[in-house]
C-alpha cells in the first residue's frame, strides 16, 4: 500500500531551527509538497520538489532524496506565528497526491 | 474576497438528511476536487474534475456524489447523511503551473448527529 509518515508532533523555540520530516512509500514518484495549514483554516502550498536536493524559499527550505524515500522541511529563525500543522503529500504514478497526517509544530517563546 | 469559496462553512444535520456542499472559485481553473480532513489522518480524495465533462471518483466517493455545474462551481452532496461522514470538508482547485499545486477553500466543517 501507499504511505506517508511524518511525526504527530514537534515543539521548538522561537527564533530556532527546526526539521520536520516525511518519509514515503508510494506507487511511482511525481513529485513531493508541502503545505501549511493553520488551525482551522485551509492548507497553503509551502514547496515542490521532483528532483534530489534543496529548495530554499525564504526562511523555509525543503529537501528531497527520492532514492531513501525521504524529505524534509526545514524552518528557520522560528517565528510564534509559524505554530501550525504541515502535511507532506506525495504524487504518485497516476498523479494522485498521497497525503501524511500532517505534523503538529508548536513553537514556545 | 477569496478565490475558492465554499458554503456553508458550517452544517449541523441529522442522520438521513441530504446535504449539499457548494464551491466556487474565480481562479479560472479546470481541476476541482473535494477531501475530507479528519483528526490523525491525511486528506482524503472524495471527487475531482478536470473540466465540466470530467468526473472521477476518489478514495472514499461511497456515500457522496458531486455536480460540476460550470467550470467555476463544484457541488459536494450526501445523499443520506451518517455520523462517519461528520468530517471537514475541503474544495480546492489547481491550474497547469509546473507544480500543479492547490488552492484550497476555507473548509465546511459538517457535523451529522
Known amino acids: 500500500g501507499q504511505n506517508i509518515d511524518q511525526p504527530t508532533e514537534m515543539t521548538a523555540t522561537e527564533g530556532a531551527i527546526v526539521q520536520i520530516n516525511c518519509t514515503y512509500q508510494?506507487?511511482?514518484?511525481?513529485?513531493l509538497f508541502w503545505y501549511q495549514q493553520h488551525a482551522g483554516e485551509a492548507p497553503t502550498f509551502l514547496s515542490y520538489n521532483v528532483l534530489d536536493g534543496l529548495e530554499e524559499k525564504g526562511r523555509f527550505s525543503s529537501f528531497l532524496s527520492r532514492s531513501k524515500g525521504y524529505s524534509y522541511l526545514l524552518l528557520k529563525e522560528l517565528q510564534m506565528k509559524d505554530s501550525a500543522s504541515y502535511l507532506c503529500?506525495?504524487?504518485?504514478?497516476?498523479?494522485?497526491?498521497?497525503w501524511g497526517a500532517g505534523t503538529k509544530l508548536i513553537i514556545k517563546p | 474576497d477569496a478565490d475558492v469559496t465554499q458554503t456553508p462553512r458550517n452544517r449541523i444535520t441529522k442522520t438521513g438528511k441530504r446535504i449539499m456542499l457548494e464551491c466556487s472559485q474565480t481562479k479560472g481553473h479546470d481541476r476541482m476536487y473535494w477531501y475530507r480532513q479528519d483528526p490523525g489522518l491525511g486528506l482524503r480524495l472524495i471527487y475531482y474534475s478536470f473540466d465540466v465533462k470530467d468526473i472521477n471518483k476518489g478514495e472514499i466517493s461511497d456515500g457522496y456524489s458531486v455536480s460540476r455545474q460550470a467550470q467555476a462551481k463544484f457541488s459536494l452532496s450526501l445523499e443520506s447523511a451518517i455520523p462517519n461522514q461528520t468530517a471537514l470538508y475541503f474544495c480546492?482547485?489547481?491550474?497547469?503551473?509546473?507544480?500543479?499545486?492547490?488552492?484550497f477553500g476555507e473548509g465546511s466543517r459538517l457535523t451529522v448527529l
Open positions: 503529500a506525495v504524487m504518485d504514478s497516476n498523479y494522485q497526491l498521497i
Open positions: 508510494t506507487s511511482g514518484f511525481n513529485g
Open positions: 480546492a482547485t489547481s491550474g497547469t503551473s509546473e507544480t500543479g499545486e492547490l488552492f
